[in-house]
Each structure stands twice: as C-alpha cells, then as structure tokens.
C-alpha cells in the first residue's frame, strides 16, 4: 500500500521567507510526527498530532515554527522568517497505534536549504 | 529527558561477516526500542523493533538484543551484504512521551565485497 508522501521533495528558499511543508500520513493512520535531520545528524522530534487531542508541540525550537493537521489526516509544517540554520531534511512519521506509541513509518523527507 | 547514544559511529566490514551496533539509554521507564536503515536521499526505514518484555527478537539476518537492566540494545546483521551498506539508527521510545522517538546519532555501515 502507500507508504508516507511528502511534498516538495526538496525546497531552497531565500532567508526571511516563509516556506510550508506537506506530509501525507499512512491512510488510517492517527498520530503524525514531524522530525528534523540536520545535516550528518541524528533525527530531532519537532511535533507530534494524536486523533483530536492538544499536539506535543515541545520539539519545536522557536516559535517561527508551526504545524497544523487537518482533518485528521495531512498536515503542514510552516516555518516562518527562515534562517539558514533552518536548513535540513525534515521527516514526517505516522503510526497506526491510538496510543501513539510503537511502529512509526517515515517518508522520504523535504530537503530544506536557506540561501 | 531520554539521552540515547549508539557506538560506533562508523563501521567497516567485511562481506560475510557480521556486524554489531550497541545503544544505550537513560531512562529505566522507556519500553519501545526500534532500528532504522536509512539509505542515500530516502527516509528511515524500520527494520526490526523490541519491546521490554522481550530480550531478543530476530528476524532472518537481523537481530536485536535488549538488557533492561543495564540499559543497553544492540543490533546484530549476520552474513552482511553490500546491500546492508547504510546509516543504522536506533531509537527508544518513552514511556509518557505520548509516542515520540529518541533517536541515536546514527552508525554508517559499509560492507565491502
């Protein structure tokens, strides 16, 4: 079946834009995670959607960073005001458990680079 | 918060011959402890997953071990392949993080024929 989509595949914007991320989740799937990977890094945990409940937005760095998922299936990052330390790949994750806890698949990644 | 690390950060061998990738953790109340492969442009790929009431899972050349006690997994590749040339991650998921994953810094596998 389909796996995890994301949208662009790859981005460069120019510092101070604003840019918008897509994923796609799994169909069924009800928790969504999104995930920075800098450059030779491991993953960071920026934000995480469950069904209807209040997002774990406690990885987000700063506040120029937003996400939102509608209907509870795609969502959007948004960063706002770029910077160049912005640039990376950033991941989106689904996972079919309620809890939210257990097998979390990935998609490809939107590869983010800030001139 | 989980402090995950994962040793060695490079890993050459040879093909046929085994590798194995060790990650320990922090916090004695974290209870999910999957392995991502992760190739050259593409996402992480899930490939082998354990859970704390289990102490070793294998799935045909892949195998993960877990020490609860010493707060320790590893993951085990036999008769490796060129294939199996990739970053290697594990992760630990926390018991009341509502569901994200901790990653380690990743090992970069490279099997040579």
Do not use: M
């Not at chain 1, 920026?46 to 509870?72: V, W």
């Not at chain 2, 354990?50 to 195998?63: F, L, M, W």
């Not at chain 2, 010493?70 to 290697?88: C, G, M, N, R």
């Amino acid at each position: 079946g389909a796996g995890v989509s994301q949208s662009p595949s790859n981005k460069v914007t120019e510092k101070g834009k604003d840019v918008e991320l897509r994923c796609d989740p799994i169909s069924g799937h009800t928790a969504l995670y999104w995930y920075r990977q800098s450059l030779g890094q491991g993953l960071e945990f920026l934000i995480y959607f469950q069904g209807n409940s209040a997002p774990d937005k406690s990885g987000l760095p700063s506040d120029r960073f937003s996400a939102e998922r509608t209907g509870g299936s795609v969502s959007t990052l948004t960063i706002q005001r770029t910077q160049q330390e912005d640039s990376a790949v950033y991941l989106c994750a689904s996972s079919a458990r309620t809890s939210g806890r257990g097998e979390q698949y990935f998609g490809p990644g939107t590869r983010l680079t800030v001139t | 918060g989980e402090n995950v690390e994962q040793h060695p950060s490079t890993l050459s061998v040879q093909e046929g011959d085994s590798a194995v990738i060790k990650c320990t953790y922090s916090d004695s109340a974290s209870n999910y402890f999957p392995w991502y492969k992760q190739e050259l442009g593409k996402g992480p790929q899930l490939i082998i997953d354990i859970r704390s009431n289990v102490g070793e899972k294998k799935d045909q050349r892949i195998a993960v071990t877990l020490n609860k006690t010493a707060k320790h997994f590893s993951l085990h590749i036999t008769e490796t392949q060129p294939e199996d040339s990739a970053v290697y991650f594990c992760a630990v998921q926390e018991w009341d993080s509502w569901g994200k994953l901790q990653f380690g810094a990743g090992t970069q596998v490279v099997v040579t024929p």
